[in-house]
């Protein structure tokens, strides 16, 4: 059996096989590689193409996520309900209903920073799906009272950043990508801004507090879908200069004139750039921590990536010596604007691995009075289920899920299904509820009330994020309801049982023949 899907073929890659009936598991090969064939499998095209197939296409278009089977992910596990009793409200069926159940969690240090939901949309950078649908999920996290980041590369990617004495002292689109927050905001929730190498040197973190106001920002280690350093596509000579110049890596050399010559044939359309990866110390790490909260950060959060245990424990160790406010840890399995195709699928500790270990290491240090700092966990979370059994396995310690990928689609799709419904074309799959907003998007009439005139200014995307957020908070109610848990910080690692004994080893979880023993016992006597 092998875990690995379409090694040599995949809709990622835009690659197919001529046998798709007949091939060879482990290398992704027809079983016969026929002289004579075009090659629209990955090995032919990089025979063609070279790098390119390296990624997921067509860039800027697109998010792409791992295909590979992990031995055990979060299927693995169900959530267990009751039929008695009930926490964190009367146990009184009139009382004990899902609608009231409380979904406000709080980050920081201090427990002061508050989110309606549990939800925090981990960092979107640089990358154009990104950018072009950046104000639609700004707007739908800031009414839903939930968390996002900016991510990694966006002054240096502005086309008309100022930068002076290596300061970047005005940036008009990470300006733009704030205000989308803060103009909708209504108290709860938060907008962050990462940092990588390229950005700290920058001074980008310090711009954003100084200047627009920005009271979170967000050390990056890496993420789930890679180890190494940001990546995006450029389609113009002219920029590929203009970001060689301001420290990137840009492959190939747009300063060769070679390259420039190839280029100018249609050689090859599009440059790479590349960030830098990052050198981490305690040392480092703990003084970085220190000039971002003298620059003026209220809030001062760590995102790491499925890096090796032992990254994981300095991950876990450095939050807890700096105090961090939110500790993000992302498993392999997750989602991408680009990264390496193969590497999503082949590298990293996947999520449940990676979660266990953490929940192992904060109770080391839980155990010692040590601070442990609020977690969010992320890796390939998309429904109300995942973000139960999330909460779950890493409590008490984990108080919110980090998504992306979903949050995105659900903008993309409110944009796209909005603007439609605006111009009069309705998609063919929407026609049945009617011909307006208001019809069409079942939470429009809610939307209106909560923002009166203001409805008017939403970006529609934003309509998308919020229900479905609001579908994620109904499910996750009811889940809870059903655990008899009436608020977030009852849910514990009891409320789930492994389904297969490899599934309870790894995570600690009890085995579901397992579950209830000794209550089992008490009860028949």
């Known amino acids: 059996m092998t875990f690995s899907k379409g090694t040599n073929a995949s809709t990622a890659t835009l690659t197919k096989l001529r046998t798709p009936e007949s091939y060879c598991p482990f290398s992704g090969m027809c079983t016969t590689c026929l002289d004579g064939c075009p090659g629209f499998c990955e090995i032919g095209k990089s025979a063609v193409r070279g790098k390119e197939v390296l990624y997921p296409q067509p860039f800027g278009k697109i998010t792409s996520a791992s295909q590979k089977d992990y031995p055990v992910d979060y299927s693995h596990f169900n959530i267990m309900g009751t039929a008695v009793g009930a926490h964190g409200i009367e146990a009184d069926p009139d009382k004990a209903i899902f609608p009231a159940v409380n979904l406000e969690t709080f980050l920081g240090a201090n427990k002061d920073l508050k989110l309606n939901i549990p939800i925090v949309v981990a960092a979107m950078g640089s990358t154009n799906v990104s950018a072009e649908n950046w104000d639609h999920l700004a707007a739908g996290c800031a009414i839903s009272g939930a968390g996002i980041a900016i991510g990694e590369n966006v002054c240096a990617m502005d086309p008309n950043v100022e930068i002076k004495n290596g300061r970047v002292v005005h940036s008009p689109n990470l300006s733009r990508r704030v205000k989308d927050f803060q103009e909708w905001s209504e108290g709860a929730g938060f907008i962050a801004v990462q940092a990588n190498v390229e950005d700290t040197k920058l001074g980008v973190q310090e711009y954003a507090i100084e200047k627009l106001g920005v009271e979170a920002v967000e050390i990056k280690w890496g993420q789930g879908a890679k180890d190494i350093g940001g990546e995006v596509?450029?389609?113009?000579?002219?920029?590929?200069?203009?970001?060689?110049?301001?420290?990137?890596?840009?492959?190939?050399?747009?300063?060769?004139?070679?390259?420039?010559?190839?280029?100018?044939?249609?050689?090859?359309?599009?440059?790479?750039?590349?960030?830098?990866?990052?050198?981490?110390?305690?040392?480092?790490?703990?003084?970085?921590?220190?000039e971002l909260r003298a620059a003026g950060a209220k809030y001062v959060f760590l995102k790491t990536g499925a890096y090796r245990p032992a990254d994981l424990a300095r991950a876990v160790k450095f939050a807890s010596l700096a105090k961090i406010d939110l500790l993000t840890v992302d498993g392999a399995g997750g989602g991408t604007g680009m990264s390496p195709w193969r590497m999503m699928n082949e590298w990293g500790v996947p999520s449940?691995?990676?979660?266990?270990?953490?929940?192992?290491?904060?109770?080391?240090?839980?155990?010692?009075?040590?601070?442990?700092?609020?977690?969010?966990?992320?890796?390939?979370?998309?429904?109300?289920?995942?973000?139960?059994?999330?909460?779950?396995?890493?409590?008490?310690?984990?108080?919110?899920?980090?998504?992306?990928?979903?949050?995105?689609?659900?903008?993309?799709?409110?944009?796209?299904?909005g603007e439609m419904v605006k111009s009069g074309k309705v998609p063919a799959e929407y026609k049945k509820y009617g011909e307006t907003l208001e019809q069409i998007f079942i939470n429009t009439a809610t939307l209106k009330d909560k923002l009166g005139d203001r409805f008017d200014a939403l970006p529609v995307g934003a309509i998308g994020v919020y229900t479905y957020f609001e579908r994620l908070s109904q499910g996750l109610r009811q889940f809870m309801c059903g655990a008899r848990k009436f608020a977030l910080e009852y849910i514990d690692r009891n409320d789930l049982v492994a389904l297969t004994r490899e599934a309870a080893e790894v995570s600690g979880i009890k085995y579901v023949m397992d579950a209830d023993a000794d209550e089992v016992e008490k009860i028949l006597g």
């Open 233 to 290: 596509k450029l389609n113009s000579l002219e920029r590929a200069l203009q970001l060689k110049s301001r420290g990137y890596i840009v492959l190939p050399n747009p300063e060769d004139p070679k390259v420039q010559e190839a280029y100018k044939m249609g050689a090859f359309k599009e440059f790479e750039r590349h960030s830098r990866i990052g050198m981490v110390s305690e040392e480092s790490f703990v003084k970085r921590v220190e």
């Open 352 to 417: 449940v691995y990676l979660h266990s270990l953490l929940t192992q290491y904060c109770d080391k240090l839980a155990a010692k009075g040590e601070y442990v700092p609020p977690i969010a966990l992320a890796g390939g979370f998309t429904l109300e289920d995942h973000l139960f059994k999330g909460l779950a396995i890493g409590a008490p310690y984990v108080k919110a899920i980090g998504i992306a990928r979903s949050a995105l689609t659900a903008a993309m799709v409110g944009k796209n299904v």
